[in-house]
C-alpha cells in the first residue's frame, strides 16, 4: 500500500500543466498498477481538442462545469457526478465553462508516463 497527496506530487515531473488546465498525475506506469489517475483541472473559459490515440480515457466530473463535443458536433454538459468515457480513442474538444474550472477525476489506459503534455497549437488534436 501506499498514500499519495496533490501537494505531493505538485512538487515533481508527474505535475503537468497541459496548456489548458493542469494535471496532478496520482498514478502512473511506474508504479504498476496497470491504469494512470490524475486530478485534471481545466482552466475556465479553454477549448481544448484532444484526441488519445494510444489510450482510453474516463473522465468523472467533481466540480465545475463544461461540456465535451464529439466530430459529429453532439456536445455533452459536464457538471458533478457526471462521467465521460473516450472507449475509442475519440477525437473531442473539451470546454470548461467561461466562469468556473472543470475538475475532474481523469483515468487512462494503457498507464501514462506521467510527463505527456499536450501541443494546443490549434492546428490539429493533441494526441498521445
Request: charge should be negative.
Amino acid at each position: 500500500m501506499f498514500i499519495r497527496s496533490l501537494e505531493e506530487v505538485a512538487t515533481t515531473e508527474n505535475f503537468v500543466d497541459w496548456g489548458n488546465g493542469t494535471s496532478h498525475r496520482l498514478l502512473t506506469q511506474t508504479d504498476g498498477m496497470g491504469f494512470t489517475v490524475c486530478h485534471t483541472v481545466v482552466t475556465k473559459g479553454s477549448e481544448s481538442l484532444l484526441e488519445y490515440k494510444n489510450h482510453l480515457e474516463a473522465c468523472y466530473c467533481i466540480a465545475g462545469r463544461g461540456e465535451v463535443e464529439d466530430m459529429d458536433g453532439k456536445r455533452y454538459r459536464i457538471v458533478p457526478g457526471v462521467i465521460y468515457v473516450l472507449d475509442k480513442h475519440d477525437k473531442h474538444y473539451l470546454r470548461a465553462d467561461a466562469d468556473v474550472d472543470l475538475i475532474l477525476v481523469s483515468v487512462f489506459n494503457p498507464p501514462l508516463k506521467g510527463n505527456e503534455r499536450h501541443k494546443l497549437d490549434g492546428s490539429e488534436s493533441s494526441a498521445y
